[in-house]
């Protein structure tokens, strides 16, 4: 009964690599929206996202590292609705954060 009692319990309490895809992904979106002022902060609305790894990256030291682009949309001043993209780059391991930036171009 024991063994089994802690065979389930290893079980349960391993992460997947979902949850580590997750936790980069708010990562991510907070580091975006820091990028913002407070005004657009509240507006700030995610419309899409996308995961790839970079196989060429400008600092030779870091292999393959992990981007994140967000597509969301916030309200200006005015009230129109403006659409951005942002872009955070995460090293290959996933666990730090090496950039982020916000571009105007929506693909």
Do not use: W
């Not at 700030?44 to 870091?62: H, N, P, Q, R, S």
């Amino acid at each position: 009964m024991k063994y089994l009692l802690f065979l389930l319990l290893a079980i349960c309490s391993c992460e997947t690599n979902r949850f580590d895809s997750d936790k980069r992904q708010i990562i991510a979106k907070d580091a975006i929206r820091s990028h913002l002022k407070d005004a657009a902060r509240s507006s700030f609305t995610v419309t899409g996202f996308k995961e790839d790894t970079l196989f060429t990256y400008a600092d030779t030291l870091i292999k393959k590292p992990i981007r994140y682009t967000l597509y969301f949309t916030q309200k200006d001043s005015t009230g129109q609705l403006l659409q951005h993209t942002g872009v955070a780059v995460f090293a290959n391991k996933g666990n730090s954060l090496i950039s982020s930036n916000i571009t105007d171009q929506q693909p």
